[in-house]
């Protein structure tokens, strides 16, 4: 265990007895699932939504979970099914499928989960290529005079950026390392910093959508995106927010993005007292209650992440957060029997769809959460 996340003894056997649970589910399921690349479950089992949707952003997660699951294990299955997967994502990267142009800033979900995660792990260098390629994409989609990274495709939002792009640009750190070359660092800095600016609200809140205009940078207005309204305040994008923050410290040390993943941490903490499960709003109405368990396990992981970089007296406060956030997620939200592929239940795509289903990015950052926890060190990231 890394002296820098200390986790108390009473933790530990909970981590390993979850860690038990979690490897005796994954080796039926990643058998179970062959080559398909899923999103969700129907009728409890995993779904193929690469064969729907090759470019859908998701579709590195799976690869993500079973690159976990080989770190965790070093059971070899799990490599073999994540270098299918990678493979089968060829297709789209390389514009063979017809779907070339439905990419966009998720890019970074995708590559760094599967070929950037296959390459720091095995060296193997075609991996690395694909992930170079998938850097290239993000970076081409800085817009110079707004200062940021466009997130979607079309017209109408060529001056949208989201929250959610914090966590896509560790693949352009990633590159600038590999490379040498300074401009993919440049890119993913610049647009943190106004990320920073704009997008998190004085009480740590983060917005959305936010709309920049594109001559000037200028702020033109903001969106409820995935969340309840304008205004309001999506658990997911919060934490995005969290984690990709504390990503951005880890990776370029600016004390900007450290404060700024804490201002989120505790925003996040301070609005799941009551169960520490998340709503999928926390300024929506009281009834009807949604939840969004996805969100809770990206903001333990990103809580982690942070423990990693404060100082000794501060590390509690996060780690604290994070159990919590995983012991709730596990006793009331985990499915651990063969009825269903995915373990962990009620996630939700946003406020105003998909609510209360599996989703593939749930079962990733849960797993990885505890894996971080077991196993210090850990980070596809
Ligand atoms: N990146 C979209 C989402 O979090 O749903």
Redesign the pocket.
Known sequence: MDAMLEVPIQNQKWIDSVWGKITAKMDYVAENTGEKIPYTTVNGRYDDKFAQDPAW?TNGFWPGILWLMYMGTHNDKYKEIAEKAEIRLDSVLYGLDGSFEGLHH?VG?MWLLSSVANYKITGNPQSRIRGLIAANHLASRFNIKGGFITAWNGKNCEGWS?I?TMMNIPLLYWASKETGYSRFRDIAQAHADKTAENVIRADGSAVHIIEYDLETGEVVKTYGG?GYGTGSSWS??QS?AIYGFALSFLHTKNPLYLETAKKAAHYFASCIQDSYIPAVDFRSPAEPLYIDTTAGAIAASGMIEISRHVPDFEKKIYLDTAMKILKALEKEQCNWTDKTDSILQNGS??YSGGIHKSII?GDFFFIESILKLKKAGICLW
């Open positions: 952003w998720d979900f989201i959610d995935q997911r994008g995005w795509e946003s990015y």
